[in-house]
């Protein structure tokens, strides 16, 4: 069973400061990862994607990638209260091929105090 | 943005009815999936579609679900003899080709009592 997990939460941050969200996953020969932002009663937004080992950073986003420990995540800079969410880690075998087929963790929700 | 686009936003409906939830996805994208949530729940993957047919499902997609492409543009998936457990947010998405980005429509919310 593949499985992706992350910290439910919540993690609480203040406004201006760096929000650590990490993410772990079994299955081995995953390929493509991706943090995807879940406002409540919302559909799942695309933050980032990443492929190789080592940053990508966009914005005020950073994803960071290890295989060799199956390890995901992403870092927030300057956090805002607009960015209070629940964060999806999300895994796909696939390569070259589409990115749906998706295995979500559950999410860890973000608060960002002002 | 283009939009993927759902209705209803809200279908109820009795245990064992059958129930269509529609998608328009994105004009050019050629892949198409069914997610679903539970509240409080993950997102997890149904069924994806490619060139009129389906690619690849979960265990979640047994006989009582199918999925269509009637018309070219609309997706639809069909929920033949509803549970309780079919209760969820329903998500379609599509995508225009690999690891592109993949856009979500807005759910449909499905309650079977």
């Known amino acids: 069973q593949k499985e992706v997990e992350q910290n439910s939460g919540p993690l609480s941050v203040p406004e201006g400061a760096i929000a650590s969200l990490n993410c772990t996953y079994s299955?081995?020969?995953?390929?493509?990862f991706f943090w995807y932002r879940q406002y409540s009663g919302k559909s799942p937004e695309l933050i980032m994607s990443i492929y190789s080992n080592g940053d990508k950073e966009d914005g005020r986003f950073t994803a960071q990638l290890n295989k060799a420990s199956q390890y995901v995540s992403l870092l927030i800079r300057d956090s805002q209260p607009s960015d209070s969410a629940t964060y999806l880690c999300?895994?796909?075998?696939?390569?070259?091929?589409?990115?749906?087929?998706?295995?979500f963790g559950k999410g860890t929700k973000l608060s960002v105090k002002p | 943005e283009p939009e993927v686009t759902q209705t209803p936003s809200h279908q109820v409906t009795q245990m064992g009815q059958e129930v269509i939830l529609r998608c328009v996805p994105i004009?050019?994208?050629?892949?198409f999936y069914w997610y679903r949530q539970i509240l409080g729940q993950k997102v997890e993957f149904l069924v994806s579609?490619?060139?009129?047919?389906?690619?690849?499902k979960s265990e979640i997609f047994d006989d009582q679900f199918s999925v269509e492409r009637p018309d070219g543009s609309n997706f639809t998936l069909k929920i033949r003899s509803t549970k309780l457990e079919d209760s969820a947010m329903y998500f379609c998405?599509?995508?225009?080709?690999?690891?592109?980005?993949?856009?979500f429509g807005s759910g449909t919310q499905l309650s079977v009592l």
């Open positions: 579609f490619y060139n009129n047919e389906i690619s690849e």
């Open positions: 299955d081995r020969v995953s390929q493509s």
């Open positions: 998405a599509s995508e225009h080709s690999t690891n592109e980005k993949l856009f």
């Open positions: 004009s050019n994208h050629l892949y």
């Open positions: 999300a895994v796909t075998s696939n390569y070259g091929g589409s990115q749906g087929n998706l295995i």
